[in-house]
């Protein structure tokens, strides 16, 4: 069945990197989409960013100077990075496929 | 990026009651292929989100008749008719037409 699973730290420190893994199961990353989507503590959710079937990349703009998202498709696995961490980058990071499936999501606190 | 308004911000509902929330895009979703990719999402308490309706009106496998969408071009409603416990939550409509794919605020559904 279709899995997604985020992993990476719980705990990163102002202004470091932030590297989070998205391992796929089920499907083909050469077949679907997979966007990264954030939500800060009791807030709404923000799109971050995709990659395309194809390997393209698509970011939000406000995020595009600090976000890069690759792909190892021999892992299943997608990744975002995004560097010069603050505070209000807490929050749950989720993975989804073209929307109809989620992980479950990682919590990130950014926090000296 | 394209502003998706979603009214109301909250609801108080009964169970068995019917409740419509609105959205509403800054620009026209209809896409170059003439498809409208209009999502409707919702986030249960401490869960992932979960896609309920995707282009306007098609339910996802296992999404309940008891929800509808329905709109066009710059005006969308999900319709929850019946409103049963498993239903209360946050709901969010998405916009996959144009960059950055954006969301609406969302509507917390509450028990009155």
């Known amino acids: 069945q279709v899995q997604l699973k985020e992993s990476g730290p719980g705990l990163v420190q102002p202004s470091q990197t932030l590297s989070l893994t998205c391992t796929v199961s089920?499907?083909?990353?050469?077949?679907?989409?997979v966007h990264w989507v954030r939500q800060p503590p009791g807030k709404g959710l923000e799109w971050m960013g995709r990659?395309?079937?194809?390997?393209?990349?698509s970011y939000n703009s406000a995020l595009k100077s600090r976000l890069s998202i690759s792909r190892d498709t021999s892992k299943n696995q997608v990744f975002l990075k995004m560097n010069s961490l603050q505070t209000d980058d807490t929050g749950t990071y989720y993975c989804?496929?073209?929307?109809?499936?989620w992980g479950q999501g990682v919590m990130v606190t950014v926090s000296s | 990026d394209v502003v998706m308004t979603q009214t109301p911000p909250s609801l108080s509902v009964a169970i068995g009651q019917s409740v419509s929330i609105s959205c509403k895009s800054s620009?026209?979703?209809?896409?170059?292929?003439?498809?409208?990719?209009l999502n409707w999402l919702l986030q249960s308490p401490g869960r992932s989100p979960k896609r309920l309706i995707y282009?306007?009106?098609k339910l996802d496998s296992g999404v309940p008749d008891r929800f509808s969408g329905s709109g066009s071009e710059k005006d969308f409603t999900l319709k929850i008719s019946r409103v049963e416990a498993e239903d209360l939550g946050v709901y969010y409509c998405?916009?996959?037409?144009?960059?950055?794919?954006?969301f609406g605020g969302g509507t917390k559904l509450e028990l009155k």
């Open positions: 989804t496929r073209n929307w109809d499936y």
């Open positions: 089920g499907f083909s990353l050469t077949s679907y989409n």
């Open positions: 990659m395309r079937y194809n390997g393209d990349t």
């Open positions: 620009q026209s979703l209809v896409a170059s292929d003439k498809n409208t990719y």
């Open positions: 282009q306007v009106s």
């Open positions: 998405l916009q996959g037409t144009h960059l950055p794919q954006t």
